[in-house]
């Protein structure tokens, strides 16, 4: 979901220099809404059964699909069935489990001092304030906002990963290109009570009909309303050469022997 190995906790707050930028309320409500029509169902894709599990499997997430994640984590909560055993964890056992995910080695690293934090500071238990997360190896705002939003309902602030980012920006909400500052735009512009539903809506849409590469905006319900920022037209396809007759692509046999002749006279004559 993210496009580094871990998040980096950023303060909301402080978090651009710039002004926050906001679309007009219209277009906003419009987007909203034609999303919560396309993807009423839209739920996080995660297989978690407890906020620690999903603390794991939302870091784990990083620079790998959910799918992965979810083929993963069965075997990892098995071995590690709470932050106590995962604070104690083998770091080359741990490796071995979620290599997979990608950057495995960095992922590992950042699970067991996640846990150990758990352990140290919050008796084993994922705590339900933004600053205590945040505070947590490899979690910012993305993990938290995750773990608050669709753990415990809480909306704390929005989800802003890769498929965020990239639909925000095409459809005119932002034009940050840092999660935090894209963040800072949307919690401005989108009514709070649609703070969780809209990023795991927009997520889905970017996975389904809005791609990086191609999107499928002729497929896309936001189609009405979208300004395509950034979205570049399909090329043309390149004109066929006509074809030409016979007849002006063959030398006459006259040409040709005239041509010849003169190619053996060029040969015999001495340079001077």
Known sequence: MSRQPHDTPSPLAGAASKRAFRPS?????EVVEALAKAYPDSRC?????DLYQLIVAT????QCTDKRVNMVTPRLFDTFPDAAS???ADPAELEAIIRSTGFYKAKAKNLIAMARGLVENHDGQVPEDIESLTKLAGVGRKTANVVLGVGLGITSGIVVDTHVTRLSRRLGLTK????????RDLVKAVPKS?????????IDHGRAICKAGRPACQKCPLESICPKIGVEAKPAKPSKPRKTTGSATKPSAKSANTKAESRQKTARTPSL
């Open 86 to 88: 995962l604070a104690s």
């Open 59 to 62: 870091i784990l997430s990083a």
């Open 194 to 202: 649609d703070w969780v539903l809209v990023s795991l809506r927009m």
């Open 25 to 29: 309320a219209r277009h906003t409500r």
């Open 45 to 49: 894709a995660l297989d978690f059964a």
């Open 176 to 183: 940050r290109n840092d999660a935090v500052g894209i963040e």
